[in-house]
C-alpha cells in the first residue's frame, strides 16, 4: 500500500508561471477557470494550503465535463501562439495537474484523470529536443500520477508508470541531476515494488537495488527527510522479500526501519513517524529470530 511505501518524489513545474488575458467564447467557462487558477497559482504557487483551497472554492467543476474540456481548451490556448506563449499554457496546465494531484477532495479518481490528462497535454509542448527538464519532471509527474491511478487496469498504468520513470531517467542523470536521479530512482522502485507484471521476486530485487542507488545520493547528513523515507520504502521491500534468507531479511528491514526513526521522530514528523512503528510492528509480528 502506498502509505507504507513512502512519499513519491514529486517535481514541482511553477517558473513559468505568468498571468494570462481574458478568455475568448468558446468554453470561455473552462478557459475561464483555468485562467484563474493561473493567476491564483502565481502569487500563491508556495502556499499548499490556498491552493487546496482555491479548488476547494471550485469543486463543482472538478468533474468529467472538465476532463472532456481540458485538450479542446488547451488546442484553441495554443493556436498560432509564439513558442514562449505555448511554454507558459505548458506551464499552466502542469502547474495545475501538481495542484489537482495533490488534491484530498473530491472524486479521487476524477482528480487522477485531469492530473493524467494536463500532463499529457503539456507534453505536446514540453519536448525532449526543446524543453528536456520539463519534459522529465513532467514525465516523473505523469508517471507518479498513474502509480495512483484508479480508473483503467491497474497492471497496465504500473507498466505505463515504469516506461515514464525510465524514459525521465535518461535525462535525470546521476551527473547533471542528482537530486531528480535521485528522487526519480525512488519512484521506480515504488512502482517495481508494486508491480503486477512480470516475476514478483525479480521485481522486488529490482526495487532494492534502486533503493539503493538512491541512497547514494540520499545521504543523512545531505537529504535527512529523504534518506529517512527511502530506507522506510527499503525496509518494506525487505520484509516483502521472496529471495534471500526469510529471517535475515526480516532482520534488515527491522534495522533500516529503526534507523528511519533517528529522523522521522514523533515531534518532527508525527505522521511518518506512526507509518514507520506501523511498518515496524508487522515486521516484529512476523519475526522468525529472537523469542516469538
Known amino acids: 500500500m502506498r502509505n507504507k511505501s513512502g512519499l513519491l518524489t514529486y517535481t514541482t513545474m511553477s517558473k513559468k508561471a505568468k498571468g494570462f488575458g481574458q478568455s475568448p467564447t468558446p468554453t470561455r467557462k473552462f478557459k475561464d477557470f483555468l485562467f484563474a487558477f493561473g493567476d491564483f497559482y502565481r502569487k500563491n504557487s508556495k502556499d499548499e494550503t490556498k491552493l487546496q483551497q482555491f479548488l476547494k472554492a471550485n469543486i463543482n467543476k472538478l468533474d468529467d465535463l472538465l476532463l472532456d474540456a481540458l485538450p479542446l481548451v488547451f488546442t484553441s490556448l495554443?493556436?498560432?501562439?509564439?513558442?514562449?506563449?505555448?511554454?507558459?499554457?505548458?506551464?499552466?496546465?502542469?502547474?495545475?495537474?501538481?495542484?489537482i494531484y495533490n488534491f484530498p477532495l473530491g472524486d479521487r479518481a476524477t482528480n487522477l484523470e485531469l492530473s493524467i490528462t494536463a500532463h499529457n497535454l503539456s507534453l505536446k509542448i514540453y519536448t525532449r529536443e526543446d524543453s528536456p527538464e520539463d519534459w522529465a519532471g513532467t514525465l516523473?509527474?505523469?508517471?507518479?500520477?498513474?502509480?495512483n491511478r484508479i480508473r483503467g487496469d491497474r497492471a497496465e498504468n504500473l507498466e505505463k508508470a515504469i516506461e515514464l520513470y525510465e524514459q525521465a531517467l535518461e535525462i535525470y542523470t546521476r551527473k547533471n541531476f542528482p537530486v531528480d536521479w535521485a528522487?526519480?530512482?525512488?519512484?521506480?522502485?515504488?512502482a517495481y515494488s508494486d508491480r503486477i507484471r512480470g516475476d514478483r521476486a525479480d521485481n522486488l530485487e529490482k526495487a532494492i537495488e534502486l533503493y539503493g542507488q538512491a541512497l547514494e545520493i540520499y545521504t543523512r547528513k545531505n537529504f535527512p527527510e529523504d534518506w529517512a523515507m527511502t530506507l522506510n520504502n527499503l525496509a518494506l521491500a525487505y520484509s516483502n522479500r521472496i529471495r534471500g534468507d526469510r529471517a535475515e531479511n526480516l532482520e534488515k528491514a527491522i534495522k533500516l526501519y529503526e534507523q528511519a526513526l533517528e529522523v522521522r521522530t514523533r515531534k518532527n514528523f508525527p505522521e511518518n513517524w506512526a507509518m514507520t512503528l506501523n511498518n515496524l510492528a508487522n515486521a516484529y509480528s512476523v519475526r522468525i529470530l529472537g523469542d516469538r
Open 78 to 99: 495554443i493556436a498560432d501562439k509564439s513558442i514562449d506563449e505555448r511554454e507558459r499554457i505548458a506551464s499552466l496546465f502542469e502547474n495545475f495537474a501538481v495542484t
Open 140 to 147: 516523473n509527474n505523469l508517471a507518479s500520477a498513474y502509480i
Open 183 to 190: 528522487g526519480t530512482l525512488n519512484n521506480l522502485a515504488l
